[in-house]
């Protein structure tokens, strides 16, 4: 039995944000708030993974090692030129090679929506120049029949052999409600088009969460939130090294007031933390010339408070307070036959203590236009907490490598109705972020995407970008039609550089590289969505991104996809639903050599799927099916690192019980 998914996706029209909501049931209409208008739906395999569905939203983009853990990127800006937060919550992976976004450690099972926050607001949760990924958590259902509600859910795939088993329950009565819910997943080797099988992409994993909820008054709550993920014989075919075990635990206590007729309309306070450990593992790889152990730890603590204030009946401001506190260490120890263990830290140890505040002000000029300024400062101290880490450091030069930086964004929009249906967006911003960890302190990381070890710069300078963004949406009866063009500059940007005089770690490295700032790097691009709605059972999706990037040089800056189109038609008379999908990308010929990059074919896949809804035994029961990747083709993506093939064709099935 399996987890029944929709994901729709909706604009926030007054600020460039997108909001993916993830239903457990199927949901016929749109759904419209006052600042939310749907635009497109997607969906898929009924059993997918978080990043499986965030793969087709037109604004982000996956970089892929393996069958887990990819990394998702807004509009070609990736790794901390990004904030991905779950439920508000910062948190940092543990892994220096970046196996662990934050991604992996929710299932959709425990989550609201996905909330992707692009142009002028993507920085109001964290100083960012690309955007924002925010994972809202589910929370306990107050307003069901009986007190105990929930389902269960079961699916296979042929493609990797895999298993997909799933339960939640909702308990509610009178001022209290409970939410518990646990997914398993179990995956082989999976097989590529043609019938390769892919070695080391086997993985296996377990999520549980665990929600309360008071209601002290009908304007007042407080909840509890407990996340725990472990996942364990993880494989990365695109990497010399594998995973031993991936462990996530987040907590957070939160209370919630909203009461429309005060000034203060509404405002939360949350505390919150998590712990991250993460074990990377190379026994189960062949020929390996020397073992290494490497593990990593990341700690985070922290709180934010939100609150809206309705100045008058045309303006509103947005308060957000927050401060966290992120501790990291990686290391790495190398047994070669004959010798004594060889350690080194490949995180140093370090802390990040991280304070900001973001104010939006929103003005309804008039019934047509809509204006929006944004702003946030961000003050962060980063520095070595260990004797063992500074001596470290120094072995490079650096006798000093804490620093503080103040972090600076500013963003106007402008959103204007014409008639009948038309409305139009501009953005205009300007956003600073600071290095990483691993581009301050790494130590000798490698990156096997272009097979170079990489130490870390605690002198680098902070990237800042400029930005436009514009947009024009078409509506008409249940139909909409949205195109998007972005533009960014981005001075100080952050890449790696050859260091000739510098010694590589790695065994058959291409040498070590050391991270620089360029004077910039300029991305721009267009993204498009259809949604046609030419019969009441019937539904047309369609969306197209594309990304044009270069650096001061005019080389094409790495890892950027190319044009790419998603498209569904689905007919859904009653209980029973049939859907057809094609997905598509063109050939990548602007390719960053100096990264390790070659040239991307073009692919066409077509998926089907099946879907009925019935009763049995007084319980909603549905059954989904379906067949990915029909003609078995063998293609991968340009972001999936190695050039390791993305899976054949695929048969599921899935199954679910809702009572």
């Known amino acids: 039995m399996s987890l029944q998914l929709n994901a729709q996706i909706t604009l926030n029209e007054t600020d460039s944000s997108k909001v993916v909501q993830l239903n457990e049931v199927v949901v016929n209409g749109n759904k419209k708030t006052d600042q939310q208008h749907l635009v497109n739906f997607f969906r898929s395999n009924q059993s997918s993974t978080l990043e499986e569905i965030m793969e087709r939203v037109p604004e982000l983009s996956l970089m892929r090692r393996g069958a887990y853990g990819m990394e998702a990127s807004i509009r070609s800006f990736s790794s901390s030129q990004v904030n991905v937060l779950v439920d508000g919550m910062r948190i940092h992976g543990a892994c220096t090679d970046r196996m662990d976004p934050a991604t992996i450690y929710i299932e959709p099972l425990n989550l609201d929506n996905l909330q992707v926050q692009t142009a002028g607001k993507g920085f109001l949760s964290g100083s960012s120049v690309g955007g924002t990924i925010n994972m809202k958590i589910a929370e306990p259902d107050f307003n069901t029949a009986h007190p105990f509600s929930g389902t269960i859910s079961s699916g296979y795939q042929t493609a990797a052999k895999s298993f997909y088993e799933s339960a939640k329950l909702n308990y509610a009565k009178e001022r209290w409600a409970f939410r518990a ?19 080391f992409s086997q993985y296996e994993k377990i999520n549980y969460s665990l929600s309360a909820k008071f209601q002290q008054n009908k304007y007042t709550y407080y909840k509890a939130d407990i996340i725990a993920d472990d996942g364990w014989n993880i494989g990365y075919p695109a990497l010399p090294m594998d995973v031993g075990y991936a462990t996530a635990k987040i907590a957070s206590l939160s209370v919630h007031h909203q009461q429309a007729s005060k000034k203060i309309s509404q405002w939360q306070l949350k505390i919150y933390a998590n712990n991250i450990r993460h074990y990377m593992d190379d026994t189960h790889r062949p020929n390996i010339a020397m073992h290494m ?70 003005y309804q000029v008039d019934s047509t236009t809509k204006l929006q300024l944004n702003s946030r400062a961000d003050y962060i101290l980063s520095n070595l907490v260990s004797q063992e880490a500074k001596d470290q450091i120094s072995i490079l030069g650096y006798a000093n490598a804490n620093r503080n930086d103040l972090l600076k964004n500013i963003s106007a929009s402008v959103t204007k109705d014409f008639r009948p249906g038309i409305k139009a967006n501009i953005n205009l911003s300007y956003a600073e972020r600071m290095a990483s960890a691993s581009e301050l302190y790494g130590f000798y990381l490698f990156n096997s ?20 963004d514009a947009s024009v949406s078409y509506n008409w009866n249940k139909n909409r039609i949205q195109l998007n063009y972005f533009y960014s500059k981005i001075f100080n940007y952050i890449t790696g550089i050859k260091e000739p005089s510098f010694s590589t770690m790695t065994i058959g490295a291409n040498g070590v590289k ?72 063109a050939t990548q010929t602007r390719i960053n050599i100096k990264s390790g990059e070659d040239e991307t074919p073009g692919y066409f896949l077509l998926n089907a799927r099946l879907g009925y809804n019935t009763t049995l035994l007084n319980n909603n029961f549905s059954i989904q099916t379906g067949v990915e990747n ?26 679910k019980i809702s009572f």
């Not at 819910?181 to 070695?199: C, D, L, Q």
């Not at 401001?317 to 350690?343: N, V």
Request: include cysteine.
């Open 630 to 655: 029909i003609f078995d083709k063998k293609y991968h993506e340009h972001l999936d690192w190695g050039n390791i093939p993305r899976p054949g064709r695929n048969i599921y099935l899935q199954l």
């Open 293 to 362: 152990d490497m593990p990593g730890y990341s700690k985070t603590a922290g709180f934010y408070g939100e609150a809206e204030m309705m100045l008058n009946k045309k303006q509103r401001l947005l308060f957000r307070a927050d401060a966290s506190s992120t501790y990291l260490k990686a290391s790495m120890t190398m047994y070669e036959t004959g010798q004594l263990p060889m350690y080194m830290l490949t995180w140093p140890d370090n802390r990040k203590i991280q304070n900001g505040i973001s104010v939006s002000w929103l």
């Open 449 to 468: 995407n272009d097979n170079y070890d990489y130490v870390g710069n605690p002198k680098l300078k902070c990237e800042y970008a400029f930005a436009a």
């Open 514 to 585: 050391t991270f620089i700032n360029i004077p910039f790097g300029i991305m721009t691009g267009v993204e498009a969505s259809v949604l046609l709605k030419p019969a009441p059972s019937v539904d047309f999706v369609s969306t197209l991104r594309y990304t044009y990037a270069n650096d001061d040089q005019h080389q094409p800056l790495p890892l950027i996809a190319p044009l790419k189109n998603v498209t569904s038609v689905r007919y859904q008379p009653n209980r029973f639903s049939v859907q057809l999908e094609t997905e598509a990308a």
């Open 181 to 199: 819910s646990a997914t398993y997943r179990k995956s082989s080797n999976y097989r590529s088009g043609g019938g390769e099988v892919i070695p």
